[in-house]
């Protein structure tokens, strides 16, 4: 898997597609349609805390850490054991994920298909995979 290089900008639409409590994963989804031949998974892993809403257009990702003056803008506390992912899109000028991880895959699965994000089942239709943190 490649490192994602932030900041990242997906000029799409995301979904809040599913949260597992009992793992702390959360899945955006921005689903294959008439204008996009692929659909791309983000992945968050041991989230810790969130703020963001269900739906999110052009959707930009950055990593803020300690000292960063744009972390008392989103209220939120880097920690050393997690990374904090700053959202931004139409909707959302100041959300974020404090998760350890973050995976991107972008596939030609559909909406209704298991993310290929740790999937080698998958790994066959994979157009992009990449990820930060663990």
Known sequence: ??????PISLERQF???SF?????????RSPRDSKQATRIDLQFRV???????????DLEIDVLHAGD???????????EDCL???LRSRELAGGYV???SLGLSEDDLSDQEPTSINNPALRHR?????????
């Open 1 to 6: 898997m490649d490192d994602l290089v932030f």
């Open 15 to 17: 979904q809040l597609w």
């Open 20 to 28: 597992a409590v009992t793992h702390n994963v959360l899945l955006l």
């Open 47 to 57: 989230v810790e805390e969130m703020r963001l809403p269900s739906i999110l257009d």
């Open 69 to 79: 003056t744009r972390l008392a803008e989103l209220g939120a506390v880097a920690r």
């Open 84 to 86: 904090l992912f700053a």
């Open 98 to 100: 404090l998760a350890r």
């Open 126 to 134: 994979v157009v992009r995979i990449a990820g930060a943190g663990d």
